[in-house]
């Protein structure tokens, strides 16, 4: 069994290292020395490298070592990601993107238009990382003040009819949240190739749409029996409809020549938080139950960074060192490559990885960890001794 292996953009900025807070990369922050895209020349004036050459320069040194695409994330704080995929499929050959859509965002028949206007463009490259929303204040920036389950509900009918109306002319739909009437593509975009459909969600009601839509199911990392579990649930979900359903694990690594290297990174980013930081990191108003299952992960006034290990060579503190999910993987390089292996052996088929900065770890990760994979786990973690 092949297992695909994607890395994230980092399209809200990057950090020069896993020990620092600062938005060096990108232009997410304030024009200064030691900024990358844009940077400084030697007269101090802007170098005219962009954020969108860092962008793709990232996407080229994942394409280069073997990665099928990359995660294009969506939050406030990012540029949109249609965009940026439209962007950097000119400066690669064929890297794919994976957008992260939430479904509220716009009409399904528009956004299906979008998408096949996209896949004529770069030859089929484009799928989807559909989720649904997180609740509290985030997701009432978005002008979404739906409630969970509705959510859910409104994401379920928007994918009914996106599938629909992508190779027909004349497709209605009676449903609580959408109605249509013939609606459909122009000849010359039906017949693309339909778009992957990874998806993402803890709950209930996240599982049984996945279970109806999803060709993936992705979770952030847990603990890897929590997760196998998650999974196995999913897939009998899917069974049960007369479907056959994949799952895929999105984690960041620290991954480094030994494990003493790759904990001295942890240890001194961690030292290296702010309080204010800290305080956010404490919780936000979410009915998101991923979250929640990542918040029961750490004790809330961690003082050390080894009171954050939550079991060997996993650390859950990753979120006080940048946006995202709190668990990751940290150790050797064997040590992750064991920790991905076992992973597959729990019914992972494919990956959504990253590392800061993301332009060296897509070359770290994809030169030093992919090619172990494979292996006896048990192999590997006797090779890192």
């Not at 992260?100 to 484009?126: I, K, W």
């Amino acid at each position: 069994m092949s297992i695909d292996f994607y890395w994230r953009l980092p399209t809200h900025g990057c950090h020069n290292s896993i020990q620092t807070s600062g938005y060096e990369r990108g232009d997410w922050s304030a024009l200064q020395p030691g900024n990358i895209a844009p940077g400084l020349d030697r007269a101090g004036q802007p170098d005219g490298f962009t954020y969108i050459d860092h962008l793709a320069g990232i996407a080229q040194a994942a394409e280069s070592v073997g990665f099928q695409g990359g995660l294009i994330p969506s939050f406030p704080n990012t540029d949109d990601p249609w965009v940026i995929s439209s962007l950097l499929a000119r400066e690669t050959k064929s890297f794919r993107f994976m957008i992260a859509f939430q479904p509220g965002f716009g009409n399904p028949v528009h956004t299906a238009r979008m998408a096949a206007s996209l896949q004529r463009a770069t030859g089929g490259r484009l799928l989807f990382n559909i989720i649904t929303g997180g609740g509290g204040p985030a997701q009432l920036w978005w002008g979404d003040s739906f409630a969970h389950d509705d959510r859910y509900g409104r994401t379920s009918e928007f994918l009914d009819i996106f599938k629909g109306v992508w190779d027909s002319s004349d497709f209605s739909y009676d449903g609580n949240f959408y109605q249509l009437r013939d609606g459909g593509l122009a000849p010359v975009l039906q017949g693309e190739v339909f778009p992957e459909i990874w998806f993402s969600g803890s709950s209930d009601a996240a599982l049984q749409t996945a279970a109806k839509h999803a060709d993936y199911y992705l979770s952030w990392l847990e603990p890897f029996d929590q997760l196998g579990d998650k999974f196995a649930r999913v897939k009998e979900r899917t069974a049960a409809l007369g479907g056959e359903q994949k799952c895929a694990v999105r984690v960041d690594l620290v991954a480094r020549a030994t494990e003493e290297e790759a904990w001295a990174d942890i240890a001194k980013g961690f030292d290296n938080v702010s309080e204010e930081t800290r305080q956010r990191w404490r919780g936000q108003a979410t009915d998101s139950v991923g979250a929640a299952r990542q918040a029961a992960l750490r004790p809330t006034d961690a003082r050390r960074y080894d009171e954050l290990i939550v079991a060997p060579n996993l650390w859950g503190g990753f979120n006080l060192l940048r946006g995202g999910p709190a668990l990751g993987i940290v150790g050797s390089y064997e040590q992750c490559a064991a920790r991905l292996d076992d992973l597959i052996a729990r019914g992972t088929d494919a990956f959504i990885l990253a590392g800061t900065p993301h332009l060296e770890e897509a070359y770290r990760v994809g030169e030093e960890v992919l090619p172990l994979l494979g292996r006896h786990a048990p192999a590997l973690l006797a090779a890192a001794e």
